[in-house]
């Protein structure tokens, strides 16, 4: 039912999509004359590593620099890249995972290997089911690029204010999982690309219903500012890679 599922909606998201797709692939194409797509190794179910496809929101050869996260004032995006991201319109190209079956339309973010080479044993029970296009950590941490903006280490900030969370929301996910939650969360998703706010106020609701609650609960709401803390499985915050 989840494959017949993922292949549909992904389908009808490209096809419904597709003119603008193409435009952006243009523009982008413009800009510097090279592939308007960014084709990254990711690391998918069981550790098995696949393709991901996204239109390309920075300079060509932007992974040169060794650094993997992205702030909002990361100056490897380009000026049509801010829009690319603003609108997600560099997950839809995602789809075509989707369609191959590297992805499922909701599940755990695919990660590099370097990131997931550091996976505490706990963490590793991402990796035990088809990464997705999005999740709750998606749209919890939709503004992730503004959380890491102005950082001096965009990796290590990462690590130390969104991967506890996203972890342990992945997990959560993973051990609640069925066809209803998936499909209010790929609703809620579409919802957060308008309005962040009540993305995440939704969010926390589902998250209520299947008894989430305390320290994590709170920082789902996002009310308070980020503060580092310890991943799920690991017993000191992350401070170098």
């Not at 239109?55 to 992205?70: E, H, K, P, W």
């Not at 599940?107 to 035990?128: A, F, H, M, Q, V």
């Not at 959380?147 to 929301?169: G, H, T, V, W």
Request: charged share 25%.
């Amino acid at each position: 039912m989840r494959r017949i599922r993922d292949i549909l909606i992904s389908l009808l998201i490209l096809i419904i999509t597709s003119p603008v797709l193409l435009l952006t692939c243009v523009i982008v194409w413009k800009q510097d004359w090279h592939s308007p797509f960014y084709i990254s190794s990711r690391v998918g179910k069981n550790g098995k590593l696949f393709s991901m496809t996204k239109l390309r929101s920075m300079i060509f050869n932007a992974d040169a620099s060794g650094v993997d996260s992205t702030s909002l004032s990361d100056g490897r995006i380009t000026p049509v890249g801010h829009l690319i991201r603003k609108y997600k319109l560099d997950e839809i190209t995602q789809m075509w995972n989707v369609l191959l079956g590297d992805m499922s339309l909701v599940g755990p973010r695919p990660n590099i290997k370097r990131e997931t080479d550091l996976y505490s044993e706990e963490e590793n029970k991402l990796l035990s089911v088809k990464p997705g296009v999005t999740d709750f950590s998606s749209i919890i941490f939709s503004d992730e690029a503004e959380i890491l903006s102005e950082k001096d280490d965009p990796d290590i900030a990462y690590n130390q204010l969104i991967r506890q969370c996203k972890s342990r929301l992945c997990i959560i996910y993973i051990d609640n999982r069925n066809f209803f939650i998936d499909l209010r969360i790929i609703f809620i998703t579409a919802i957060t690309i308008i309005n962040k706010k009540k993305g995440i106020i939704m969010t926390v609701k589902i998250l209520e219903q299947i008894g989430c609650s305390g320290r994590l609960l709170e920082v789902c709401r996002r009310d308070d500012e980020l503060y580092p803390y310890t991943p799920p499985g690991l017993s000191e915050i992350v401070s170098r890679r």
